[in-house]
């Protein structure tokens, strides 16, 4: 059963068409790619998926109910997490704060409790952490850490507000191959543990192949393929597009080179 129906997504800036008629479906426990030459779409998808920009038309429905028109908090609220809405960590914070401040977030605690607060989801924090791998990184200060492990920390927090679906739009950017793979193969592994429905942008198909369940592409606003990563990878239609790009792809996930 679905979780997620998008059916008919349409934007248009100005004159141009940056999603056209766009439909596919997301079930708990899926790991769906988004993915498309630059240019394609995949962030204004994401962006009206997550109610932060409006449609210019259809319908984006949560559990059959209706998400377009809905202000980006309320679609938070129904369990539409992003990653990294929090737009960076607090450097000062330590690595188990941080996810506090996102538990008290989440329970709509406010900044002014934060001192006695201190101890409050300490024992949740450490849990989430340790989902992450970061459980023994818990006390040190955010600005200690390497780049990788400050996207499990954000992980972590985004994980904070219980989300049935995550919107990850390019979790992996800037890291560097090996980051890249561990990154989305613990998004993978809580897609499993959880039940939970993530839809990813990623431009690495290294990545993509190893790791998604299904594969949508775009192209131009539109919708050129979808299926198992075995299906899109043989696609004429997807090979085309990637070719013009300069980008192939090989028989096996470790052929294909990162973007
Ligand atoms: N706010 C905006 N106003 C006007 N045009 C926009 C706006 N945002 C995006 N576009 C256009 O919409 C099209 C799709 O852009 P989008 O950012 O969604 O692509 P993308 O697939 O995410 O690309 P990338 O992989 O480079 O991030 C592009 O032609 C872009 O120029």
Redesign the pocket.
């Known amino acids: 059963m679905s979780l997620l129906s998008v059916r008919g997504l349409t ?1 248009d ?2 004159g ?1 068409r ?2 056209d008629g766009v439909s596919f479906d997301l079930r708990p426990g899926e790991l769906l790619a988004l993915i ?12 009206m998926v997550g109610g932060q ?1 409006p449609a210019s038309a259809g319908s984006v429905k949560l559990n059959g109910a209706e998400l377009l028109g809905l202000p980006s908090r309320r679609i938070a609220q129904l369990g539409v997490g992003r990653t990294f809405q929090i737009a960076a960590t607090f450097s000062s914070l330590t690595v188990r704060e941080n996810v506090q401040m996102a538990l008290l977030a989440h329970h709509r605690k406010v900044f002014s409790f934060w001192r006695s607060a201190a101890r409050q989801y300490a024992a949740e924090a450490d849990a989430l952490l340790g989902q992450v791998g970061m459980r023994e990184q818990a006390a040190r200060p955010c600005s200690e850490l390497a780049y990788g492990d400050v996207k499990r920390v954000e992980l972590a927090m985004s994980l904070a507000a219980a989300p049935t679906l995550l919107l990850m ?2 979790p992996t950017a800037g890291m560097a191959p090996a980051e890249r793979n561990a990154l989305v193969g613990l998004v993978k592994q809580l897609v499993t543990e959880r039940n939970l429905a993530v839809l990813f ?1 990623e ?1 690495s198909m290294d990545v993509v192949f190893a790791y998604a369940d299904r594969v949508i592409v ?1 192209a131009r ?1 539109s919708l050129i393929a979808q299926g198992s990563v075995d299906e899109v990878r043989r696609d004429a239609k997807v090979q085309e597009v990637y070719f013009g790009t300069g980008k192939t792809f090989g028989a096996h996930a470790q052929e294909a080179g990162p973007a």
Request: charged letters at 15%; glycine letters at 20%; proline letters at 4%.
């Open positions: 934007k800036f100005g141009n940056a999603v498309g030459p630059n240019g394609a779409g995949k962030s204004t998808t994401f962006n920009l739009d390019e942008t431009h775009l606003g």
